[in-house]
């Protein structure tokens, strides 16, 4: 379960105000896989890091229930001067999970070869976002937050992390961001549309989707 509780988030960019999240309240129920809809720049990527913990609204507040991961495709949770053998061992004890058992699943999953032993600053964003998807594939979440990371790699890497994280939702849920419509239907069963601050929650997937691409047929 994901509650959100009068969540506000402003930034000021370049002397304007801008507002991402506007009070919003909202309920994502336990289990379920939710499309996180919106257009670019609605602030998408800014609610999952709320979600997850790693960016504090300006006031309201996130109440979830069980374990939760961090952004998946987002490199912040990892230390740039270590390794990503290193940032992966780190992970596994603050979960409290074998550190060689979750190094030797990243170093299978995600193909890094001799990578894997340099210092994560020096990772292209794809790399980061290999290193990120495996760690948290390899560590059993409740719910899974996703930011377009299946998106990265070749045709067989995301297959493979298709198949590995439709396998992990027999048993979790998820908030997923994607731009492929395809690759929603195929992972969620629900959505929640993010415009203009607003957080509008749908049960059905498809009305979701249809709500978001009348958003997106009107400029703004």
């Given at each position: 379960?994901?509650r959100?509780?009068?969540l506000?988030?402003?930034?000021v960019?370049?002397?304007?105000r801008?507002v ?5 309240n909202a ?5 379920r ?9 609605a602030?998408k ?23 939760m ?5 987002f490199g ?8 990503g053998?290193?940032?992966?061992r ?8 074998d550190?060689d058992?979750l190094?030797?699943?990243v ?32 560590i059993?979440?409740d719910t899974?937050?996703v ?6 790699g ?8 298709s198949?590995?994280?439709r ?5 979790s ?5 994607s731009?492929?419509m ?13 415009e203009g601050?607003?957080l ?12 978001h691409?009348?958003?997106?047929s009107?400029?703004?």
């Open positions: 379960m994901i959100l509780e009068n506000t988030k402003r930034f960019l370049r002397g304007r801008k991402i999240a506007d009070r919003i309920t994502f129920p336990t289990g896989s939710v499309a996180l809809l919106g257009r670019n720049g602030g990527s800014s609610l999952l890091r709320m979600i997850a913990g790693t960016l504090d609204p300006t006031s309201g507040r996130v109440v979830t229930g069980g374990t991961s961090w952004p998946v495709g912040g949770s990892f230390h740039g001067d270590l390794t053998v290193q940032n992966t780190f992970v596994a004890r603050i979960y409290g999970v550190s058992a190094v030797d699943y170093a299978e999953f995600a193909q890094l070869g001799d990578h894997f032993h340099l210092p994560f600053r020096s990772y292209s964003h794809g790399m980061k976002s290999r290193l990120a998807f495996g760690v948290s594939m390899g059993r979440f899974y937050l930011d377009e990371i299946t998106a990265v070749d045709a067989a890497f995301r297959a493979k992390s198949r590995v994280f396998d992990r939702l027999t048993q849920g998820a908030v997923v961001v731009h492929a395809g690759q929603l239907r195929e992972l969620c069963d629900c959505g929640a549309v993010l601050g607003k509008n929650f749908f049960n059905d997937l498809e009305q979701a989707i249809a709500q691409e009348e958003n997106m009107r400029t703004v």
